[in-house]
């Protein structure tokens, strides 16, 4: 009689990866006691923190963050990078690895059928509760942090750096002209056949793939096209006279820093996580600017108004690290400014001596993080399309230091107001069918909807736009959630966006140029609403560790499904919501 093998403990809430997990640590004389799942960072790894126990040998137990990094080219380099990062202790960088990267237990790392199984000591001295610096949101630490995060990476990782790279033989490879710059930073992403190239297409018309020059709708003159990257392009006649090289964390995001929760900690303290794309020889401009971009797209971009967007494209792409405009918020503007003049100084210093070169490799390092931005799905198309303004502006920045002049004319872009998405992978598995009461989905808003006029800020018809471009995606991807982390990752950016939905909605006031229909009115009410059951009903499904409203782990499952399929009747009547308060706002006249 065949026995059935007893359950495995529930670690990453997947019952074959948990019983390839449990026969793993058998045989490695470990065990893991009060396993809890982590929110984590966007390389889709699967963090628990446990405590673990050592059954057998000298090695010590105690808290460890395990982390699942599946099977794919970064996940087989993460152990490797990580340890190399943590090894490579070149002269003057002991002190930045000893206490900036966190440390790995390497007796306690291998193989999980086709994934890695890390074993992490936890961020800081253990004295204190640290969680990641996306999740500390607008914080008046963050111009600090953020500061001190970019002049250990400059300064403390890279107190020598190279200043050109070289073959396996130790001779020097030519220097890189501008566009072979940017695409050394974009990698394939600059392919013609890439998801970055047929979004572009898809929300810009033809004019991107194959101009140099293109004119935007308001822009003075035209603007260098940021993905004319090929040899022989205006960017291409240009070579940089030094790139300087060194170690780099390769992704640095604020979702891969960890940072002390108390407010009154030193912006001295963080640590660097996830070291997958961790390079020795890496180009330093990447990993500042891609920071920036992040900490922009992520925390002001979504609050900010068409004027005050328009001065932060002016600051980011001045010569002067200052970023005035009485429109940016004074939390985003120190930052700016501040990262920035570490990025002079750093140039600056007696024994580096580049500052000229290097604070024009600003622009090109801002362009091509801005286009990696606008390969990313999860955000609004409306913010995608700014980034690609940016790389532009960014690209024009530095063309303009050459000489460069703009022709007088150039192919116009055209914005549609919903563009279509960037094709999306396959999946692995059909999404799971919608309830027989949810109604099929429109691909756009309905065409009647018209653009709203430029204004000093938001309309509320903007707004609208907004709401349907955050969660239209979001809900095609629902049913689809294969796993309780996959689920619980996508439920907590639903209530995250809701909720500033929900209080930018409600402090946008009607246009007053013209009167509106007591119906509009009452439409937008029943959004602002609508936003809010969204919110509560996503909260509701996020992971343990996550929920604001913390719940046993049985009673989450439990109640899975009928709260899955609440939230998607929600979404879907929100978006036909949004869809009619549009419609009746551009129907009330001009």
Not at 47 to 61: C, D, E, F, I
Not at 179 to 196: I, Y
Not at 290 to 314: K, M, Q, T
Not at 380 to 387: A, Y
């Amino acid at each position: 009689m065949t026995r059935t093998p007893s359950p495995a403990q529930v670690v990453f809430g997947d019952e074959d990866l948990d019983r390839e997990l449990a026969e793993w640590l058998s045989q490695n004389g470990l065990e893991l006691e009060g396993p809890e799942q982590l929110e984590t960072g966007r390389s889709g790894g699967r963090l628990v923190s446990a405590y673990l126990n050592v059954k057998r040998g000298r090695r010590t137990g105690g808290v460890r963050i395990v982390k699942l990094v599946g099977p794919s080219p970064d996940a087989a380099a993460e152990p490797e990078n990580h340890l190399t990062a943590l090894d490579l202790r070149m002269p003057g960088t002991e002190e930045f690895t000893e206490r900036h990267i966190v440390r790995l237990d390497e007796m306690s790392t291998g193989r999980l059928g086709d994934s890695w199984v890390m074993f992490q000591f936890p961020a800081g001295d253990g004295k204190e509760d640290t969680a990641t610096l996306a999740s500390l949101g607008r914080t008046p630490r963050l111009p600090a942090l953020a500061a001190h995060i970019v002049e250990g990476v400059l300064r403390g990782w890279n107190p020598n750096p190279t200043t050109r790279e070289k073959d396996q033989l130790g001779r020097p490879l030519p220097l890189p002209t501008g566009a072979e710059f940017v695409r050394g930073l974009l990698g394939a992403r600059a392919d013609d056949g890439s998801a970055l190239r047929s979004w572009a297409r898809s929300c810009f018309g033809t004019a991107v793939t194959g101009e140099e020059w293109v004119t935007f709708p308001d822009s003075a003159h035209p603007l260098p096209n940021p993905l004319a990257l090929h040899g022989g392009s205006t960017l291409d006649r240009y070579t940089l006279r030094f790139v300087p090289r060194g170690q780099a964390h390769g992704d640095l995001h604020p979702g891969n820093i960890m940072v002390p929760v108390r407010e009154d900690a030193s912006a001295e303290d963080f640590w660097l996580i996830d070291l997958s794309r961790f390079s020795e020889t890496a180009a330093l401009a990447r990993d500042p600017a891609h920071l920036l971009v992040c900490l922009i797209a992520d925390l002001y971009l979504p609050h900010l108004s068409g004027d005050a967007r328009d001065e932060l494209l002016v600051a980011l792409t001045a010569d002067s690290p200052e970023c005035s405009g009485p429109l940016v918020p004074q939390g985003l503007a120190d930052t700016v400014t501040r990262v920035r003049e570490v990025w002079i100084d750093w140039g600056a210093l007696p024994h580096i001596g580049i500052n000229t070169v290097w604070r024009q490799q600003w622009f090109l390092a801002l362009q091509a993080c801005a286009l990696m931005v606008c390969t990313r799905e999860r955000y609004p198309d409306t913010d995608r399309r700014w980034f690609f303004r940016l790389a532009a502006e960014a690209c024009w920045a530095y063309l303009e230091k050459q000489g460069v002049r703009p022709p007088a004319e150039a192919p116009a872009l055209t914005a549609s107001m919903a563009p279509q998405s960037a094709p999306r992978a396959p999946q692995s598995a059909p999404p799971a069918p919608r309830p027989a009461s949810v109604q099929a989905l429109p691909a756009r808003l309905p065409s009647g909807v018209r653009q709203a006029p430029p204004s000093a800020g938001p309309t509320v018809l903007d707004m609208l736009k907004e709401i349907w471009d955050t969660f239209e995606r979001p809900r095609r991807q629902l049913p689809a959630a294969d796993s309780q982390h996959a689920l619980g990752a996508l439920a907590k950016s639903i209530r995250v966006r809701a909720t500033d939905l929900a209080l930018a909605l409600t402090g946008v006031p009607m246009t007053a140029s013209r009167p509106q229909a007591p119906q509009a009115r009452e439409r937008v009410k029943r959004t602002a609403a609508l936003l809010r059951r969204v919110e509560t009903l996503a909260g509701e499904l996020e992971l343990p560790g996550q929920r604001r409203t913390p719940g046993p782990y049985d009673d989450l499952v439990r109640q899975q499904p009928a709260v899955t399929d609440a939230l998607l009747e929600a979404l879907d009547a929100l978006l036909d919501e949004v869809g009619v308060a549009a419609a009746a706002l551009s129907a009330d006249g001009p």
